[in-house]
């Protein structure tokens, strides 16, 4: 039986070595999971991302969630979505601790400010992405502007939890 | 130059009112957001400056930089950001879990009674169609912090070489990206002339 810290050390080392967000980490949870460790099958791991991106929340701990749970129950679940979430939780508390003095020192204000555009590109790369692996047909790419046109002309007065569901009833109509 | 100053704390000062709100605020996101944490940004940023006005814009946005070249889950590493700003280290705790709870919830539902929910294909239609709002949401966040971008030759040039390499060179680690982004900022300070420094040297 695999143990509880194994568990969470497998989630740990991924959650502390991840750049990128959740998506970044199923490549690498597939070669540790599937392929180093054998604890998952290729067509499971499959299914388990297939489930993470349709379910609410970040895909990383919907997917951390399912593996513990697959391999050790409830228990085991907790486990590795606390292994996930715990690395981030602590740089990022060390982070903020010290971020006062982010924007007051030179050379960390100017590496902030270099990565920027970068942060652009990088969020610009994860909308094509995301459209390219989720939406099916041609005219899902016009609806999508059309909504984007919507937040942009109606701002605030537009609730955005509503537009999603809007989209969604609309796939449920139009795609076949 | 006076050094601009972004990153704003009320840590030690939240009420427990304000951190219960910082649970719920980023439990009702994680709750209804599907599509992983960029689908989130939009909502955070709606909530957090445009709603409670806890966040200018370039202090979310600096959150989010960070957030992002940071290891771990995005909208992890936005919780805890934010939760610590504006409520402390209770406050940080509180807002992980909001945003978790519901990712390990729907999670061990799934599991324990629709093992077959994936191959609906209501289910699939109806997640098809989220996406194109989601792609919308995150084109918005995408449009508006290019606005603000302070566009120089310098930061177009990082931004379309960024694009770039994510387009067509595969498998590379935006860690990379960031480290070059990061450096090319540096470089550009060490180069730039330092008022106070030379002023004192004057006198």
């Known amino acids: 039986m695999i143990s509880f810290l194994a568990l969470f050390g497998v989630f740990f080392k991924i959650g502390m070595f991840t750049f990128g967000g959740g998506q970044a980490m199923i490549p690498l949870l597939q070669k540790d999971l599937v392929v180093n460790l054998a604890w998952v099958p290729m067509k499971e791991f499959l299914d388990f991302v297939a489930i993470s991106e349709i379910t609410p929340g970040p895909v990383a701990i919907n997917m951390a969630t399912f593996v513990g749970y697959k391999l050790r129950g409830l228990t085991g679940a907790l486990v590795t979505s606390l292994g996930v979430i715990l690395p981030s939780f602590i740089i990022i508390l060390i982070i903020a601790t010290v971020a006062h003095t982010f924007r007051t020192n030179r050379w960390v204000s100017a590496f902030l400010d270099g990565l920027k555009p970068v942060v652009l590109a990088l969020l610009t790369y994860a909308v094509f992405t995301i459209a390219k692996g989720g939406i099916p047909a041609w005219w899902g790419y016009i609806a999508s502007l059309g909504i984007l046109l919507l937040i942009l002309k109606y701002g605030k007065k537009l609730n955005l939890f509503l537009v999603l569901l809007a989209a969604g009833g609309l796939g449920l109509l139009m795609f076949r | ?203």
Not at chain 2, 65 to 92: D, E
Not at chain 2, 107 to 127: C, E, G, S, T, Y
Not at chain 2, 131 to 157: C, E, F, N, P
């Open chain 2, 1 to 203: 130059m006076e050094p601009k100053k972004l990153i704003t704390y009320t840590a030690g000062h939240a009420s427990v009112r304000k951190q219960l709100l910082l649970f719920w605020i980023f439990f009702i996101i994680g709750t209804f957001t599907i599509g992983g944490g960029y689908a989130m940004i939009l909502m955070m940023k709606r909530y957090l400056v445009e709603q409670y006005h806890w966040l200018k814009d370039e202090e979310f946005y600096d959150m989010l930089a960070i957030s992002q070249v940071t290891p771990g889950p995005i909208a992890v590493n936005m919780a805890t950001f934010v939760g610590y700003t504006q409520g402390g280290v209770l406050g940080s705790v509180l807002a992980t879990l909001g945003v978790s709870i519901p990712a390990v919830a729907v999670i061990i539902v799934i599991a324990l009674f629709f093992p077959d929910f994936k191959d609906n294909v209501w289910v699939q239609r109806f997640f098809a169609g989220v996406i194109v709002g989601v792609v919308a949401q995150i084109a918005t966040i995408v449009l508006d912090l290019g606005k603000r971008q302070k566009w120089t030759i310098v930061s177009a040039v990082v931004c379309a070489a960024a694009l770039g390499i994510l387009f067509f060179v595969h498998q590379v680690s935006p860690i990379w990206l960031i480290l070059g982004g990061g450096l090319v900022g540096i470089t550009i300070e060490v180069f730039k002339p330092h008022k106070p420094a030379a002023a004192k040297r004057a006198s």
